[in-house]
């Protein structure tokens, strides 16, 4: 058997997949186009069914990718059931696609969920009347608390028995038409006749591309038909027609209580973090907080209660105490330190295949391992901040404060999403029916700071933390907040230059504040750490054996002592002077971090898996420069940049480097979502891409640099120079200087 699940964005749909499937769930792609499609099974049935999990949809139209997805499953593939899950708190909305789903020559079942939150306001839904009204059984469920899931399963095998022929809650002038015209159907032996010839009637665009005989004969007596204040326009009178039959029904079905207060508890939140002053500022404190949870090494500054040496545990702090991400990372990265001993430790020194394992192969992997369990707090309080619905008032803030810069609230949904991985955000860009903005989107989709980046802004937040007292915390939120800028920056330069095009308008419908599941906040941590796991393993694993041989062997494969001298190392000096502008090409190991720029375009966990080689390789060497105090990496990272005309600029340099990291080309498999993506012209728009994020990396990472060197000579003047580059920003936006100077350029 296979059913499908169908119903809004928001309606729980989701929620009720992960509490049917379980484990089983697998996520693939729907046939032409890059939507996920998630499918699973039901386990407790005899039947064992397969649960097809369609895209969040409002209509069967052809308006959305996801709409003609979920469209051309249920006409092509015929399930044997579809259940409909209807959102109880919002039933004239949700029963608009049940009235559409119900002209389908399909067996249905209604899931009303969410109707532990309709008792808790009080109002009551008659059940029993609901399904004499649809037709169709209709099960009372909670998707969040697991309730009614095993009623609902047995009563959608019942139905899947049987067969159900399609029925429509349209009438009055249309019956006749729409009965003729589904007779035409049945002649040409069309499955589902009622809802094909609704949407003829309507004038889809595919129905009548794929049946214009049918269109043809009909076009006079729709014509003809009277449509009232509609005036012809039929797909406006139908959706009319079944809005009414609605809210009729909804008389005797659902009773509302007496409501105390005007505003509902989520409208009463929402007036503080939507906030059109207030709004922007929260979402950043909300940020801030999750990586000082994730980072910080002074867990909510209690260190200003305690004296230096108070604590004395290389786990939960020495000053103060760590916060649970830190503890997480100092646990793990004592297993990894442990577990490289006992594997390492029974090699004879010296030869090549111990320098492989110990400096190649565990000291890269292991440099990427050790910062998993902070990625996983991370991403822990991000899929909090998604399932609780927050998520989603981000977007609406973030339209309402940037539309001016070419980003609308629509755009800002698959960046967002970038925050996990770039390649759903940017296959997420499929859903933006503006093709300009879509290119733009994609543009833009590497600024914000992914997961895999995570590990190198990571890596230094630890070394400025244990060497120049910069609160880690602070070092990671500058990169996101580094990249959103940009974003916006780049929004509005595309939008008047390369990519012009008007923003369109943004409309959504913001979900009700709920609790997150703790069962499908744990699926979601158990992916991504199997995906990273797996990432390790292999694509990690992989490129750190190619990255020892090329940094430990000469042209002759011989081994060097000086990584400098070996295949790598002579490489990349033809390469080297180009970074020197930006501080980390600079001194005698500028190389190093050179090679992990490049190799980062595979994955960008192996650029902290091409500094935990280099650290592995010189690591006796760095710590002697500290009396053996830190960590092999850290020691490394601090050494980058050097001395410049007696400044200390390692600082500007590795923020120059972590700048340059973010905005560059992303990973592979990004850059390969992101040619499919474009809609035409792919080779063209690509290449474009790919110089726009290198230059775009280039110029800030060149800003960052000597900005940053300013500061460490005069922080006076520094500040000078960032607000007078603040404020030719700001005037160059607010006078549309980039349109303007394009306009010169394409006229010469």
Same mark, same amino acid.
């Given at each position: 058997?296979?059913?499908?699940?169908?119903?809004?964005?928001?309606?729980?749909?989701?929620?009720?997949?992960?509490?049917?499937?379980?484990?089983?769930?697998?996520?693939?792609?729907?046939?032409?186009?890059?939507?996920?499609?998630?499918?699973?099974?039901?386990?407790?049935?005899?039947?064992?069914?397969?649960?097809?999990?369609?895209?969040?949809?409002?209509?069967?139209?052809?308006?959305?990718?996801?709409?003609?997805?979920?469209?051309?499953?249920?006409?092509?593939?015929?399930?044997?059931?579809?259940?409909?899950?209807?959102?109880?708190?919002?039933?004239?909305?949700?029963?608009?696609?049940?009235?559409?789903? #119900?002209?389908?020559?399909?067996?249905?079942?209604?899931?009303?969920?969410? *109707?532990?939150?309709?008792?808790?306001?009080?109002?009551?839904?008659?059940? @029993?009347?609901?399904?004499?009204?649809?037709?169709?059984?209709?099960?009372?469920?909670?998707?969040?608390?697991?309730?009614?899931?095993?009623?609902?399963?047995?009563?959608?095998?019942?139905?899947?028995?049987?067969?159900?022929?399609?029925?429509?809650? #349209?009438?009055?002038?249309?019956?006749?038409? #729409?009965?003729?015209?589904?007779?035409?159907?049945?002649?040409?032996?069309?499955?589902?006749?009622?809802?094909?010839?609704?949407?003829?009637?309507?004038?889809?665009?595919?129905?009548?591309?794929?049946?214009?005989?049918?269109?043809?004969?009909?076009?006079?007596?729709?014509?003809?038909?009277?449509?009232?204040?509609?005036?012809?326009?039929?797909?406006?009178?139908?959706?009319?027609?079944?809005?009414?039959?609605?809210?009729?029904?909804?008389?005797?079905?659902?009773?509302?209580?007496?409501?105390?207060?005007?505003?509902?508890?989520?409208?009463?939140?929402?007036?503080?973090?939507?906030?059109?002053?207030?709004?922007?500022?929260?979402?950043?404190?909300?940020?801030?907080?999750?990586?000082?949870?994730?980072?910080?090494?002074?867990?909510?500054?209690?260190?200003?209660?305690?004296?230096?040496?108070?604590?004395?545990?290389?786990?939960?702090?020495?000053?103060? $105490?760590?916060?649970?991400?830190?503890?997480?990372?100092?646990?793990?990265?004592?297993?990894?330190?442990?577990?490289?001993?006992?594997?390492?430790?029974?090699?004879?020194?010296?030869?090549?295949?111990?320098?492989?394992?110990?400096?190649?192969?565990?000291?890269?992997?292991?440099?990427?391992?050790?910062?998993?369990?902070?990625?996983?707090?991370?991403? #822990?309080?991000?899929? !909090?901040?998604?399932?609780?619905?927050?998520?989603?008032?981000?977007?609406?803030?973030?339209?309402?404060?940037?539309?001016? &810069?070419?980003?609308?609230?629509?755009?800002?949904?698959?960046?967002?999403?970038?925050?996990?991985?770039?390649?759903?955000?940017?296959?997420? *860009?499929?859903?933006?029916?503006?093709?300009?903005?879509?290119?733009?989107?994609?543009?833009?989709?590497?600024?914000?700071?992914?997961?895999?980046?995570?590990?190198?802004?990571?890596?230094?937040?630890? @070394?400025?933390?244990?060497?120049?007292?910069?609160?880690?915390?602070?070092?990671?939120?500058?990169?996101?907040?580094?990249?959103?800028?940009?974003?916006?920056?780049?929004?509005?330069?595309?939008?008047?230059? !390369?990519?012009?095009?008007?923003?369109?308008?943004?409309?959504?419908?913001?979900?009700?504040?709920?609790?997150?599941?703790?069962?499908?906040?744990?699926?979601?941590?158990?992916?991504?750490?199997?995906?990273?796991?797996?990432?390790?393993?292999?694509?990690?694993?992989?490129? *750190? !054996?190619?990255?020892?041989?090329?940094?430990?062997?000469?042209?002759?494969?011989?081994?060097?002592?000086?990584?400098?001298?070996?295949?790598?190392?002579?490489?990349?000096?033809?390469?080297?002077? $180009?970074?020197?502008?930006?501080?980390?090409?600079?001194?005698?190991?500028?190389?190093?971090?050179?090679?992990?720029?490049?190799?980062?375009?595979?994955?960008?966990?192996?650029?902290?898996? *091409?500094?935990?080689? &280099?650290?592995?390789?010189?690591?006796?060497?760095?710590?002697?420069?500290?009396?053996?105090?830190?960590?092999?990496?850290?020691?490394?990272?601090?050494?980058?940049?050097?001395?410049?005309?007696?400044?200390?600029?390692?600082?500007?340099?590795?923020?120059?480097?972590?700048?340059?990291?973010?905005?560059?080309?992303?990973?592979?498999?990004?850059?390969?979502?992101?040619?499919?993506?474009?809609?035409?012209?792919?080779?063209?728009?690509?290449?474009?891409?790919?110089?726009?994020?290198?230059?775009?990396?280039?110029?800030?990472?060149?800003?960052?640099?000597?900005?940053?060197?300013?500061?460490?000579?005069?922080?006076?003047?520094?500040?000078?120079?960032?607000?007078?580059?603040?404020?030719?920003?700001?005037?160059?936006?607010?006078?549309?200087?980039?349109?303007?100077?394009?306009?010169?350029?394409?006229?010469?």
């Amino acid at each position: 058997m296979k059913f499908a699940l169908a119903g809004n964005p928001n309606s729980g749909k989701t929620t009720l997949f992960n509490a049917l499937t379980g484990s089983t769930a697998h996520v693939g792609n729907w046939p032409g186009v890059t939507i996920d499609k998630r499918t699973g099974v039901y386990r407790k049935a005899a039947e064992r069914p397969e649960i097809i999990d369609l895209p969040g949809i409002y209509s069967l139209s052809p308006y959305s990718p996801e709409e003609i997805v979920s469209r051309n499953f249920l006409l092509d593939e015929k399930p044997d059931c579809i259940i409909n899950i209807i959102d109880a708190t919002n039933l004239e909305r949700n029963l608009y696609l049940t009235t559409q789903l #119900l002209e389908l020559d399909i067996p249905i079942v209604a899931a009303l969920n969410m *109707t532990d939150v309709t008792d808790k306001n009080g109002d009551r839904i008659d059940v @029993a009347q609901l399904e004499k009204a649809l037709g169709i059984p209709v099960v009372k469920i909670s998707a969040l608390k697991g309730s009614g899931i095993d009623g609902l399963m047995e009563r959608s095998v019942k139905a899947a028995r049987s067969s159900r022929a399609g029925a429509s809650v #349209l009438g009055g002038s249309l019956s006749a038409l #729409l009965e003729e015209t589904a007779e035409l159907y049945r002649r040409e032996k069309v499955g589902s006749p009622l809802f094909h010839a609704v949407k003829l009637i309507e004038n889809d665009g595919p129905e009548v591309g794929k049946y214009p005989k049918i269109a043809e004969r009909i076009r006079p007596k729709r014509d003809a038909a009277d449509t009232g204040i509609f005036e012809g326009d039929f797909e406006g009178y139908i959706a009319d027609a079944r809005y009414k039959r609605i809210a009729a029904e909804l008389q005797s079905v659902l009773k509302k209580a007496e409501k105390n207060a005007a505003l509902t508890r989520s409208d009463k939140i929402d007036r503080v973090l939507t906030h059109k002053i207030w709004g922007i500022p929260i979402f950043l404190a909300i940020m801030l907080a999750v990586f000082h949870i994730t980072f910080s090494e002074d867990f909510l500054f209690l260190g200003v209660f305690f004296g230096e040496g108070s604590f004395d545990s290389a786990i939960f702090g020495a000053d103060a $105490i760590n916060s649970p991400g830190v503890i997480l990372f100092n646990l793990m990265e004592l297993f990894t330190s442990w577990l490289g001993g006992l594997i390492g430790g029974g090699l004879p020194e010296g030869t090549w295949y111990a320098g492989l394992v110990n400096d190649g192969l565990l000291g890269g992997v292991f440099a990427v391992l050790s910062f998993m369990p902070q990625i996983l707090v991370l991403f #822990l309080f991000l899929s !909090v901040l998604e399932d609780s619905g927050y998520m989603a008032r981000v977007a609406f803030i973030m339209d309402r404060a940037f539309r001016r &810069f070419g980003l609308s609230g629509k755009a800002f949904m698959p960046l967002i999403m970038c925050f996990g991985c770039g390649v759903p955000g940017i296959m997420a *860009t499929r859903t933006l029916e503006n093709e300009k903005e879509r290119t733009r989107t994609i543009f833009l989709a590497p600024f914000f700071s992914c997961g895999a980046k995570l590990p190198i802004w990571a890596a230094f937040a630890g @070394a400025f933390a244990y060497y120049k007292g910069i609160n880690a915390e602070l070092t990671v939120f500058s990169m996101y907040v580094l990249g959103i800028a940009i974003a916006i920056i780049s929004a509005f330069f595309l939008k008047n230059t !390369v990519i012009k095009g008007e923003t369109p308008p943004f409309i959504m419908e913001l979900p009700a504040y709920r609790l997150p599941q703790l069962k499908n906040t744990a699926l979601h941590l158990w992916q991504k750490l199997k995906n990273y796991v797996v990432r390790a393993g292999t694509i990690i694993a992989g490129a *750190t !054996v190619v990255i020892w041989a090329l940094t430990s062997l000469d042209f002759s494969f011989r081994l060097v002592e000086d990584g400098g001298d070996s295949m790598m190392g002579l490489i990349s000096r033809f390469f080297t002077w $180009i970074f020197v502008p930006l501080g980390f090409g600079m001194g005698e190991n500028g190389w190093k971090f050179v090679v992990a720029t490049f190799t980062g375009l595979l994955a960008k966990e192996v650029v902290v898996a *091409t500094m935990g080689i &280099f650290a592995g390789m010189d690591g006796d060497e760095a710590l002697e420069l500290e009396d053996g105090a830190g960590n092999p990496l850290w020691l490394m990272l601090i050494g980058v940049g050097g001395v410049l005309g007696g400044l200390d600029v390692s600082v500007p340099a590795m923020f120059a480097f972590m700048a340059f990291n973010l905005l560059s080309v992303p990973c592979m498999a990004a850059v390969a979502a992101a040619r499919g993506e474009f809609k035409s012209g792919k080779g063209h728009w690509l290449g474009k891409a790919i110089i726009y994020w290198i230059a775009t990396a280039y110029i800030v990472a060149l800003a960052v640099f000597w900005l940053g060197t300013l500061f460490v000579a005069s922080w006076w003047l520094g500040l000078l120079v960032f607000l007078a580059l603040t404020a030719a920003i700001v005037l160059a936006v607010r006078f549309r200087i980039f349109g303007k100077i394009a306009g010169i350029f394409k006229r010469s």
